[in-house]
């Protein structure tokens, strides 16, 4: 499969859960329609556009074209009028966004090794496209950002990230080292939610 | 009138406005005259910096040249001495911020489309000029960000911009174009302020 | 002695004291071991890449070379396992944010002097690259930044890079005028702490 496309939807699919993950919240805090699409914008294309600024690659991907930003609205729409459909996950915010840590965090740190950053700082620049877009939703919404709540998060998106380098080292496929990464930081991070798993914590 | 000129003087109007609501923030929560300023000039240019950096204006204006911030800096001065006039109005931060965003919305649309911009990217832009301001004032003062408290306002910054894209669509002068789509943002957004006209919200 | 090592050494000095205030932060809020590396990184390079995106030094040092996160992350762990020591301090949050922002906005006004901004904008750059990693970090914790507490706070980042623009024009050596601003930026900012001195409020 031609590696752009694949980058792409991978990409794309990262917004779209983001952009739900932003809805969802929006929707638990009573804002309106509009309020919910600004959530789920800002949610959805902050990850991106940090690790755009961050690189260089400016003006960043979803400033250059609309298919992101309309990606996020038509999510946010969706969410607006199915919110029940997604509230019989448990967590439906935390879920969508273990998907989008997953995704951005293997795409952020293709794109900062296809920038020419170090592998070393384009895990790192991983990690970051990963963390932001969360970020941003909780400190917007007003809440100490999953980041920082003590489950098993920015780890999720190294352990993607540096498995993205590893399959590049292989010489695998791009499209599989992109799907194995995600994965994991998926699967690592959804176990956290459900079965609790912590960090140690200082004495 | 010279193009150019207009555009800056709407740009620091704009500026001047929004200093004065972040100012008056600052009075509200008590702060001293150091911290009225700081909160004065960050929401005065963290709209246009925002737009700038997303555009690639890099450096942005109000770093390149010192107008804006010394601007911002002369309104939370005024703001410290003379806050018991402001607070005459009803809702002077509210106010003056409707003010920003309707400014800040057209002037930002019209940067973007000259930095080449598609035009529905470039009404984004206006937006996220508009509310930027705004939402960085409301994080500093932990305040849940007025764009998401479900007033009509980020709706109201879109209306602008989209009106200066129709008139540039039917070639009126500039100024006129900037004018109209300022002053109809501000007077959606003021009459929503007043009013309390909301946007639907989920079921 | 070489001015570029100098100033390097600054700013690593930076980082190091940025991370620490950062990560005793994450202490005090009893988060896990990774949430307090992400405050400790994040503290100490956000005033850094605010200011490199600010003046147009994209990618930002911290993001084109390891060694500035790498530092972060040792004064993480240092703090992890040995908060306790730093605890016997009276306020660690406080006067490691002290230092870093001293060293921050000597280097951050030399900085956006050598990218060939006017003086005035440099001071204005310094104050920013002190005062953005303490934001951050508070934002983050759900706390109101300490630049708008009401001590003296900005205003010492202010002396300092003021100080240091004195210094350049005095053709004093660099080291001299970096030292000599960042010091008395310390000073102030550490007598302001512990005496809670303070600045006039609106009547």
Redesign the interface.
Known sequence: MHFALFFQIFNFIGIFVFAVSGAMR??R???????????AVVTAVSGG?LRD????A???QS????HG?ALALVAGVL???F?RVFERLQYPVLLFDAAGLGLFAVTGTQKALDYG??P??AV??GVISG?GGG?VRD???????V????E????AALLGAVLLLGGDWLHLPSWLSLLFGASCTFLLRSLAIYRHW?????R
Do not use: C, K
């Not at 400033?63 to 609309?66: M, T």
């Not at 400190?139 to 950002?145: D, E, F, R, Y």
């Open positions: 929006g929707v805090n009573g804002l309106d329609l509009f309020g919910i699409l600004v959530l556009i600024l961050l690189i260089g400016i003006p960043p400033i250059q074209d609309w930003i969410v607006f009028f919110h950053l170090a070393e700082m790192i620049l963390i970020m400190v917007l919404s007003a809440q100490v950002p980041v920082l709540r003590g098993i998060y920015a780890s912590t960090l140690p914590r200082p």
